[in-house]
């Protein structure tokens, strides 16, 4: 939804704040994600011991006539 939103959000913050606004809107967001990312590592942590080979230990797929 968010995806959807976006152009339309950034079309109307840039014509009442100016048109450089939402790429410092964008660039705040990115900087609060990172952040977030940081500061809950430890919940990504369980990821590393995720099989990340399992996929290629299935058989070729069967080919289609």
Do not use: N, W
Not at 3 to 24: F, S, T
Not at 45 to 56: E, G, K, N
């Amino acid at each position: 939804m968010g995806g959807a939103l976006a152009p339309y959000i950034a079309i109307k913050v840039a014509e009442h704040a100016g048109r450089d606004v939402p790429y410092y809107v964008g660039a705040a967001c990115c900087v609060v994600a990172i952040a977030i990312l940081v500061t809950r590592r430890r919940h990504l942590q369980s990821l590393d011991r995720v099989a990340i080979d399992h996929t290629f230990q299935d058989g070729p797929l069967p080919a289609r006539a």
